[in-house]
């Protein structure tokens, strides 16, 4: 039992497996060659090899099939964040570039998840299980930033939450327009990577931060 790229005729095939995972599956592949707006739930089921009404099993629409795309997106994205950052080893200077990398990678190598999780207008509240897998993501940034944000005197500390909020924006901007694996990916006359790192350094030297600089006391 399973779930198969190419079944018959080129299709996908179903056989007696979980109509979940192939539905997931068939959306990601959707996603990937029409963007998250582009396919209908009956759409997902044809490249599923089943029939249009089989999905109502276990998603109540297309939307609710997005969220749970979206939902396991941001559940691999949290995982792979969490590894870059490592618990700030060997310094939290270091690590928090390392978040930026993979903030890239995941966007050029998942793009598919990548679009699902920002781009198909999915409004996180509408699922607590979407929104406690995209707070997970972004704990890791505002962690990270909490740390760093030791390493100033204490009347000279941005807020932490500020502070991931502009790294985030930095990162998923060069994402979205140069890091992508798709269609949306601009040229670049650099690497995406080198783009991010400088602009990190430009904004963590003007907080007063330095590779070198020691943690405070709180």
Not at 6 to 19: A, C, M, S, T, V
Not at 111 to 127: K, T, V
Request: with cysteine; hydrophobic share 40%; proline share 6%.
């Amino acid at each position: 039992m399973g779930w198969s790229r190419h079944g018959p005729g080129g299709r996908r095939g179903y056989h007696h497996g979980n109509l979940r995972e192939a539905l997931v599956r068939a959306a990601l592949d959707l996603i990937g060659d029409k963007g998250p707006g582009g396919f209908t739930f009956a759409d997902a089921a044809r490249l599923a090899g089943v029939s249009p009404a089989a999905p109502y099993r276990h998603f109540r629409d297309r939307e609710q099939l997005l969220c749970d795309v979206a939902r396991r997106g941001f559940e691999q994205f949290a995982e792979e964040l969490e590894r870059a950052w490592e618990g700030g080893a060997p310094d939290a200077f270091a690590a928090y570039e390392r978040l930026g990398h993979a903030y890239l990678s995941f966007a050029r190598k998942e793009p598919a998840y990548y679009s699902a999780m920002f781009e198909a207008g999915i409004s996180l509240d509408q699922d607590p299980a979407l929104r406690q897998a995209a707070d997970a993501a972004f704990s890791v940034l505002r962690e990270a930033s909490e740390q760093l944000c030791l390493q100033l005197p204490r009347d000279a500390r941005p807020p932490a939450l500020m502070m991931a909020l502009h790294v985030w924006s930095l990162a998923h901007g060069i994402s979205t327009l140069f890091a992508r694996a798709d269609g949306g990916r601009r040229k670049l006359p650099m690497s995406a990577e080198d783009l991010l790192e400088s602009a990190m350094l430009i904004y963590l030297r003007g907080l007063g931060l330095r590779a070198s600089a020691k943690p405070r006391r709180k």
